[in-house]
């Protein structure tokens, strides 16, 4: 989704803002662009396409000791063209906003504007900010933002600057994210932090509402009704080389690289003397007390870690759990019982379906427990209790790492509750507890085949469809291994329960077709078995994906990944990273763009 930086300081603007666009590239854009004040009014250079093309465009510019604003658009409304890139201007050109989000009701305002005179030259929702701007102008750049605010619905972050305020950002939030920088005799805005680290690790997330003015000397924020607000700050205390390659050749290998540390550190802090404690989240026995069912909302990756949660509380504490992708949820007239327990699960949490969903579920009287990564972030602030993963920054828009620490997190969640619930026999505790300490390693060892992975997609790479199969977990594990390979390879593939395949899709296997048989689950191994056997009787080429030592399967299969034992029920989190690393290589194979796959966003916030 689109990218915000602002720049008030002393510095050459122009390098600064690009540098933080470049740091938001992962959110995925088709345009870019940059707005500077300058001495002789505003300098407007925008281009469709990747950033390198915005660079041409202003090497020729140096201004400093000034304030400017950057954007990198995610098309919405009009396709990606120059007109449509941002930033959006004024009729008089003295005016220039960056936005993110969506104004829904930017057709009825369009209307009104041009009866009032504006000329617009985009398609774009956001262009209607820039008049609005200007008709509510009265000398005072804050007051007239101010002022706008209220005329517009849907969601927006926005960065205003203009030539009558040389050194003046007003910036503005409701329903997308955005982050204030504070550095000395130096501020910024965007999108997310990687982009400010360079400048200040010290920054501020803006409230729903708030709306902020920024020069290289202060920032003063107010909220909806006008009120000098205070918000707390948040030192980042995570490293920018986090947020950097670091040596590999894209993101992705990157973070499933950090995986075993990413997932340790969800789980050390939380862990102490055998004994899993998770107090400090705000899930206890108070929020869990008497809970009959408990709802899953989230979306993408995110949502096939609630379909784990839901196998793994049902089988531990014997609750029934209902998953939903949120954009579902939000639009379908759901059933929530007041004090019922609703677990929401978002990576950056600010995706705008779970946000909406999240809202509608606490609007219902709902208890709301969020597995969020992001520190500061919309669902983290509004949840009633926050499980933070702490898998650092995840940049490829592919999630790998973060998915992990979200099992890691549900696996604990899922303990606990059947703990507190005393559904636990004797001695499972204790055995769950230390099964799960010793995952970070076991998938240190995963990544230690990484080889024979890269081997075997380099034999795949060009199949034009994929089947992933299994039961039970393995079932559940095979939707994120299709929509990983979908996502950055951008081959076909399916994700079947492997009793269902005979229903229907078995009709697509023929001659070489690639079925990825997951067969981690000791009980229902003879069954996969015997739907490895259907496939293969049908030709296809079946890759398995087991436990070492399973020998039925290395007759039964042309090809195995072998995991290293452990507890069957943690079979899911051990056996996504080589699932991970098979995308990863056939999407290399096939020369496609890993970090940014086309037509995605890392985080989408809008419905
Ligand atoms: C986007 C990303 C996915 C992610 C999903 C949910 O679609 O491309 O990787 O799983 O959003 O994001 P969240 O931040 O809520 O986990």
Not at 18 to 34: F, H, I, N, P, T
Not at 212 to 223: K, M, S
Not at 320 to 334: D, L, M
Not at 507 to 515: D, F, N, Q, R, S
């Amino acid at each position: 989704m689109c990218g915000i930086v602002g720049y008030a300081g002393g510095r050459d603007v122009i390098p600064v803002l690009l540098g933080g666009l470049s740091k938001l590239e992962y959110r995925g854009y088709d345009s870019a662009g940059v707005a500077v004040v300058c001495e002789g009014g505003l300098i407007v250079r925008k281009t469709k396409g990747r950033l390198d093309g915005l660079r041409r465009l202003v090497e020729d510019c140096s201004v400093a000791d000034t304030a400017g604003i950057g954007h990198t658009r995610w098309a919405t409304h009009g396709e990606p063209s120059f007109e449509n890139s941002h930033p959006h201007t004024n009729c008089a050109g003295d005016i220039a906003v960056v936005h993110n989000g969506i104004i829904e009701n930017y057709l009825k305002l369009k209307d009104w504007l041009r009866s009032e005179g504006a000329v617009f030259v985009s398609d774009t929702d956001t262009e209607v900010v820039a008049h609005l701007i200007n008709y509510h102008y009265r000398g005072d750049l804050l007051e007239a933002v101010s002022k706008t605010l209220p005329r517009l619905e849907g969601s927006y972050a926005l960065g205003v600057v203009s030539s009558k305020h040389p050194g003046l950002i007003i910036a503005a939030r409701k329903d997308s994210p955005l982050v204030i920088g504070a550095g000395s005799g130096e501020n910024l805005i965007a999108s997310d932090i990687p982009a400010l680290l360079e400048y200040t690790r010290d920054v501020y997330f803006l409230r729903d509402g708030d709306v902020a003015a920024l020069t290289r000397d202060e920032i003063a924020i107010y909220d909806s009704y006008g009120a000098r607000a205070r918000r707390e700050a948040y030192h980042v205390d995570w490293d920018v080389s986090q947020a950097e390659r670091g040596g590999f050749e894209h993101f992705m290998i990157k973070e499933i690289h950090e995986e075993p540390k990413a997932m340790a550190d969800t789980f050390s802090p939380r862990y102490r003397d055998g004994h899993i404690d998770i107090s400090e989240t705000g899930i206890d026995e108070r929020l869990v007390a008497n809970i009959k069912k408990i709802n899953i909302i989230a979306c993408g990756t995110a949502y096939h870690a609630g379909m784990v949660g839901k196998y793994v509380i049902e089988e531990l504490a014997r609750i029934p759990v209902e998953v939903e992708v949120a954009s579902e949820f939000r639009y379908r007239r759901p059933i929530i019982e007041p004090g019922q327990l609703v677990l929401i699960i978002s990576q950056s949490g600010e995706t705008a379906d779970t946000l909406a969903a999240m809202r509608e579920a606490k609007q219902k009287g709902a208890k709301i427990a969020a597995i969020v990564n992001v520190v500061g972030s919309s669902i983290s602030r509004e949840a009633d209790a926050v499980f933070y993963t702490h898998a650092g920054p995840e940049i490829a828009v592919a999630s790998t790492k973060a998915y992990n620490t979200q099992l890691m997190a549900i696996y604990m969640i899922a303990v606990e509750i059947a703990r507190m619930a005393g559904r636990l026999e004797p001695g499972a505790y204790e055995r769950l507890a230390s099964g799960l300490s010793g995952l970070p390693d076991l998938i240190k060892k995963v990544l230690e085949t990484k080889n024979v992975i890269q081997r075997l997609a380099s034999g795949y790479f060009s199949k034009n469809s994929v089947f992933f199969i299994g039961r039970g977990l393995d079932y559940v594990l095979s939707m994120e291994a299709s929509l990983k390979l979908k996502e950055i390879s951008y081959i076909h593939s399916e994700a079947y329960a492997a009793g269902e395949l005979k229903h229907g899709t078995i009709a697509l296997i023929e001659k070489g077709t690639l079925v990825v048989a997951i067969a981690t689950q000791e009980r229902l191994l003879e069954k996969t078995a015997s739907n490895i056997k259907e496939v293969k009787a049908r030709g296809a080429h079946v890759l398995a994906v087991c436990f070492e030592g399973n020998k039925m399967l290395e007759n039964l299969a042309d090809e195995v990944i072998y995991l290293p034992k452990t507890d069957d029920i943690f079979a899911p989190i051990l056996a996504v990273t080589p699932m991970q690393l098979f995308a990863y290589y056939m999407a290399v194979e096939k020369g496609c763009d890993v970090d940014k796959p086309r037509n995605l966003a890392k985080s989408v916030t809008v419905e």
